[in-house]
């Protein structure tokens, strides 16, 4: 336990033999199917003519939404997300028809031989568009504590603004993804690329108009996901579906690069209104913040995106008095979704703009600003929702980062490098990451889990959780060995199916090996009792003047022993013959709910968190001021998982997750046209993250000696809180541009810092002298 161990499936992947959905086998009678989306943001259908496809030799089904057997419905939480376009098409992308074909050729010819018209209507293509129109998904949400608005006025230094941050590009590896072979009677069984199976499941069933029971979904990893496969999988899953429901016959839907961007949604846009009170020291009042979130053209998952801002947008800060305000706009591009962070980075991009804003104001360095207010860790701890901030680290991180980092040094050399260079300057900037882990919708903080122990001691591990590159099952197979006392060699955790464990949640909120580990831990612990009153009675019958009792029974080592008789021992493979032969199971099933947390949503106040994670990053880098080029120089990050399962795992998450972050904040621009059209929808067009990339000095260190009472093993998720260690980075190119005027004035900046914006901003800077 607590080893850095390899991904369990490292070897797979390097050598090919990793199992895909596409490399999934299937036999001669495999469909090819192909989604036909609307070229228009927002039109009439007039007229649709399918004959000419349907008869083209080779093409086996073409549905429209009236071929549809049961509810012409995807939306996951909110029924407004319909599978196929009926009337009316509402972004560019939006499924029309789909098609069965012999192959993926004669799929593409039959498309072009499709007859749909439709009638261009007026479209809403921009956050600023929405808001003047009025067109939102819901009604607004609002937090509150203190009075903002009072403590402004009194405040010594007031300053207000607005920041945009931008949308993204999941880009996983493997796109959108699902096979789909028809069973006995109704049987449907689902090979879908999700993050969350159990909705799969339900999704296919309400379209199919079937019962839940006939509908089985398997998911065995995916080729990266980020959140992109949270809801959206189940678009593509629907659609396997009711065309092999259509055919009878096996049908796949692997999207093509190209239109897996064009079809799906992206992390969410956002406009974040500010205004913000405090003292001469940077010491903050009151803030105020209105959120406003592009939600695309359906519900989705915007409003708990929204919820998790505005939980957010404190950052790692003690305001006394601030108000939140969110609104997610309806808008005519697809429906955005769920994106690592989940909204948490948009509402911290906020408030680190704030901060950021104070220190230049003041002519402080941010890392003082930042310092100055910070959570306390017995006074100064409640968030404005009403949590208290428990185990803080930050202050403790901060300490250990600055001076490992050598920030002051930095600072001073950085001072001179620009003072020296015209037409190259360096910036230099720390940022913190306080972030909440549990779904902020309460209910689904449970899991559930199967374990079966076969007679030979062997372990078959079945979970709700799903791999996603993460290393869920790496660290789910450690949790088992351990709590057993047996080696790794003996464990296998088997692909997630809705057949073994029912009813799950999806992996998401960062709490995958949080809830899942847990509900393993508990059908073990039940074996483990059993196991125990099986042995305990054998030890004694072999020496009947001492009893050996149950609660003394010890599974170490591939051992299990009695500790008040260390003598009396047997092999864990021999004691589960024994355990099999006085007719005692050893399968169990597990569950767990995370305790003490809840909320009211209508007040914005409880405790929707079960505990924070912390990270801090310092980064340095340099400006072609010619240019807008920009190099990460170096980054130091420490970063807070509790007690790491696998401190191996946990860097390379620390790590890609930053790199992520960078990629959002500085690289990775989403540009439509004015027709709603994405133009930048291949990886010649999109520019993620590279080698390039990655600092030149990147050092990576875990937290030591923080134990985490409320998780499993006294661990702490660590998928999502990194991503926003690269507001560091993004805040020292904006010091860097800064360094242009000598910090005499605020630079224009905005997320992404792509090479345009480094460069207007700094032509803007010169402007003004």
């Known amino acids: ?19 895909y959905i596409d490399d999934i086998p299937v036999h001669a009678q495999l469909l ?28 086996y089904a073409v549905l429209c939404a009236a071929d549809i057997p049961g509810l012409n419905q995807m939306g996951p939480v909110i029924h407004d997300e319909p599978c196929l376009a009926e009337k009316e098409v509402i972004c560019v992308g939006q499924a029309v028809v789909l098609i069965a074909a012999a192959s993926e050729d004669i799929a593409r010819e039959a498309e072009k031989l499709l007859q749909i018209t439709y009638e261009p209507l007026d479209t809403i293509l921009s956050i600023r568009e929405a808001i003047a129109k009025n067109s939102y998904l819901a009604p607004p949400r609002q937090m509150k504590r203190g009075d903002a608005e009072a403590a402004m006025k009194t405040a010594a230094h007031v300053i207000q603004g607005e920041i945009e941050t931008g949308a993204q590009e999941h880009w996983y590896l493997e796109t959108q993804s699902c096979l789909c072979i028809p069973g006995e009677d109704n049987e449907m069984n689902a090979f879908s690329s999700t993050q969350h199976p159990s909705e799969t499941q339900a999704i296919i069933a309400e379209v199919l108009g079937l019962p839940k ?19 959206q999988a189940n678009w593509v899953a629907a659609w396997s579906a009711l065309l092999c429901r259509a055919t009878k016959r096996p049908v796949k839907i692997r999207l ?3 239109d897996d961007q064009i079809i799906t949604g992206k992390r969410h846009p956002y406009l974040i209104r500010y205004e913000a009170g405090f003292d001469a020291s940077g010491k903050i009042s009151a803030v105020k913040f209105e959120q406003y979130a592009d939600g695309g053209c359906v519900t989705d998952l915007s409003m708990a995106i929204l919820e998790r801002a505005m939980l957010h947008a404190d950052s790692s800060y003690y305001i006394p008095n601030m108000l939140v305000i969110g609104r997610a706009c309806k808008t005519n591009l697809p429906s955005n979704t769920a994106f690592r962070g989940f909204g948490g980075p948009q509402g911290m991009a906020g408030m680190e703009t704030v901060i950021d804003r104070i220190a230049r104001h003041l002519k402080k360095d941010g890392a003082e600003i930042r310092k100055l207010n910070f959570y306390g860790e017995t006074t100064d701890n409640i968030t404005h929702y009403g949590q208290e901030v428990e185990l803080n680290r930050l202050h403790r991180m901060y300490d250990q980062l600055m001076a490992s980092s050598d920030y002051s040094k930095r600072r001073e050399d950085i001072n001179t490098f620009n003072a020296q260079n015209e037409f190259y300057k360096k910036g230099l900037a720390i940022t913190p990451v306080k972030f909440g882990i549990s779904f902020t919708t309460s209910f689904l903080n449970q899991a559930g889990a199967l374990v079966n122990i076969y007679k030979d001691g062997s372990v078959l591990v079945n979970h709700g959780g799903t791999e996603m590159g993460q290393g869920l099952n790496t660290k789910i197979m450690q949790i088992a060995a351990a709590e057993l006392g047996i080696g790794l060699e003996h464990i296998k955790v088997n692909a997630t199916n809705t057949s073994k464990v029912p009813n799950t949640s999806a992996t998401a909120a960062s709490a995958g090996t949080d809830l899942n580990g847990m509900a393993v831990k508990n059908a073990i612990d039940q074996l483990k009792g059993r196991i125990a009153a099986v042995v305990a009675e054998e030890f004694t019958k072999k020496q009947p003047a001492e009893k050996s009792l149950a609660a003394d029974i010890r599974f170490e080592e591939d051992i299990i022993s009695d500790s008040a008789h260390p003598e009396r021992t047997i092999p864990f493979g021999e004691a589960m013959t024994l355990v099999h032969f006085n007719q005692v199971s050893l399968s169990a099933a597990g569950f767990y709910r995370t305790p003490d947390i809840g909320w009211d949503k209508a007040t914005g106040w409880g405790k929707p968190f079960n505990y ?35 401190p191996g795992l946990d860097i390379g998450q620390v790590e890609g997750g930053y790199i992520q972050g960078v990629g959002w904040c500085t690289t990775e621009e989403v540009k439509w046209n004015d027709k709603g059209h994405l133009l930048n929808h291949s990886p010649d067009t999109y520019k993620i993250p590279s080698v390039q990339d990655i600092p030149e000095d990147f050092r990576t260190h875990l937290l030591q000696e923080a134990p985490n009472p409320r998780a499993v093993r006294k661990s702490k998720a660590v998928a999502e809180p990194p991503l926003m260690l690269a507001f560091a980075t993004w805040l020292a190119i904006k010091d860097a541009v800064s360094a242009v005027g000598n910090h005499q004035h605020e630079p224009l900046f905005r997320l992404p810092a792509t090479n345009e914006v480094i460069l207007l901003s700094i032509e803007e800077l010169k402007k003004r002298g």
């Open 32 to 59: 090819h199917g192909r989604v036909v989306y609307s070229p228009y943001a927002h039109a009439r259908i007039t007229r649709m003519d399918l004959s000419a496809t349907k008869a083209l030799p080779g093409v």
């Open 213 to 231: 029971n006939d509908v089985v979904v398997e998911i065995r990893r995916m080729g990266g996901a980020f959140g992109g496969k949270e809801t």
């Open 1 to 19: 336990m607590n080893k850095s161990i390899p991904h369990d499936s490292a070897i797979k992947h390097v050598s090919g033999e990793s199992v």
């Open 612 to 646: 924070f994670a912390f990270g801090m990053c310092v980064s340095e880098v340099i400006v072609d001021t010619l240019t807008g080029f920009h190099k990460n120089l170096r980054t130091d990050i420490l970063h807070d998982v509790g007690d790491s399962i696998n």
């Open 256 to 258: 093509f690069r190209d």
